[in-house]
Structure formats: C-alpha cells, structure tokens
C-alpha cells in the first residue's frame, strides 16, 4: 500500500501556479513570500490546500533563515538576563537551579560560566 500520494486539487493548482515554491535565493525573494504566506493567512477559512501550501512556503523560509540569518552570540549572563526579562523571572527563580544566589549574580556579571548540568537544567525549565 503507497500512503502519501494524492492527486492535488485544482485549487492546489492554482495555489502553486500563481506563486511557484522556488528554494529561496535572496532578502527580496524571502520577503514576498514572508508576503504571499501572510495573505493566505489572512483568509478567514484555510482549506487543508492551504495549510499544505504554506507549510511548503514555510519550509522555504525556513531553509532560507537557518543559512542565512545569524543569531547573536549570548554570554552566560545575556542568556540569564534575556530568560529573565523574556519569563519576568527573578533571581530566586533559579535557586531550584543554582544552589547559591551568589553563582547567579556571579553568572550575570560575568564572573562564572554555565555548566552543561545548569545549561540542561535551564532549558528544562522554560520548556
């Protein structure tokens, strides 16, 4: 039994023949499909064509920024300070972390550096 493979609607078609899904190349390109994905959304009802299409866009997207788009590199107490400000958590929110308030404010200045357990322990916390 083949699973996967079905014939697309004429809608699809139409989808695709309008606004071809082509790897994306440069910023522009990036932009008006950012632009085409944003106007299907904006339909009140999207069909499951629609939801396929954009997931396909998306992907696009996707592919494009991992390639393309650089992240900014965060020290220890950037990262600490961003998840506080991000969550409105406070210091004694990482106790169940870190078993000293002072390894937290040393973190944030700068002093100290994340282990790999408090690095796991925090990611665990925001997921």
């Known amino acids: 039994m083949i699973t996967g493979l079905t014939i697309p609607s004429s ?8 606004f071809a899904p082509r790897p994306i190349t440069n910023d522009l390109e990036l ?3 950012q632009q085409r994905i944003n106007t299907i959304l ?3 009802n999207l069909s499951q064509d629609d939801r396929d299409y954009i997931n396909v866009l998306g992907m696009l997207v996707y592919d494009y920024e991992e390639k393309n788009e ?5 020290t220890d107490g950037e990262l600490l300070q961003t998840l506080m400000e991000d969550y409105n958590l406070e210091i004694r929110d990482f106790l169940g972390i870190f ?13 100290r550096q994340l282990n790999s357990q ?8 925001i997921l």
């Open 11 to 18: 809608y699809y078609l139409s989808l695709i023949t309008e």
């Open 31 to 33: 932009s008006i499909t």
């Open 42 to 44: 904006d339909q009140k």
């Open 70 to 74: 650089q992240f900014p590199k965060l």
């Open 99 to 111: 078993e000293q308030e002072q390894t937290i404010l040393d973190i944030l200045d700068g002093k």
């Open 118 to 125: 408090e690095t796991f322990k925090l990611r665990s916390l």
